[in-house]
């Protein structure tokens, strides 16, 4: 079981349910978009997540990513975020009839291994060397924002590195500086580019 010290938002209780098994963490349900109805949900994970902070654990689909920008603008900067993103794998969870609209798995359909993965890169540990953020310019000068094809050098990278399809730029550089900055970036894109 992996500790982590931070609130872990979800999207349904099957999500939490999946979760509870391999983290000690607290973990909310947002259940899916009932969010924007009930500020009651808001003001919970605000304040569970005031003095910890949040970890975002959204499906890698429209709704999801929805539900991500929705917290972000609810939470501001009175907590620290963290999202963390599931790999977009096509297929359908067991409890299902059919896959859903976009046919993408969700965080109940994920392995366990894939999921103590994510957990395991979202604790925070003091870091033996100091991580190279990564700016808005670096993107521009690497072609991943600010050109035509900026949106399909960016999709060809998170389809690279498992992540989900059409991450906008700034979410990809939030992600990207979490996880290890210009290192991986500069790592990430040599191998893509053999």
């Known amino acids: 079981m992996i500790h982590i010290r931070e609130v872990i938002v979800v999207e349904g209780k099957y999500d939490k349910a999946r979760l509870s098994g391999l983290t000690d963490a607290p973990i909310v349900c947002t259940h899916g ?47 620290s975020i963290k999202n963390l993103y599931i790999p977009a794998i096509e297929g359908k969870e067991r409890r299902k009839e059919k ?68 991450m906008s730029a700034n979410a990809l550089l939030d992600l990207l500086n979490q996880i290890g900055g210009m290192e991986v970036l500069t790592s990430a894109l040599k191998e893509l580019n053999k």
């Open 33 to 79: 978009f009932q969010l924007y109805r009930s500020s009651a949900i808001v003001n919970s994970i605000r304040a569970l997540a005031k003095d910890r902070g949040v970890l975002i654990l959204t499906d890698s689909d429209r709704a999801g990513f929805r539900i991500r920008n929705y917290l972000k603008t609810c939470l501001g900067k009175s907590c």
């Open 99 to 166: 896959p859903g609209k976009e046919g993408l798995l969700g965080v109940e359909g994920m392995s366990d291994e894939t999921l103590l993965a994510l957990l395991s890169s979202a604790k925070t540990e003091e870091m033996d060397t100091p991580i190279t953020p990564i700016t808005k310019a670096d993107f521009m000068t690497l072609g991943l924002s600010g050109k035509s094809d900026s949106a399909a050098r960016r999709n060809a990278l998170a389809k690279h590195m498992q992540l989900p399809p059409k």
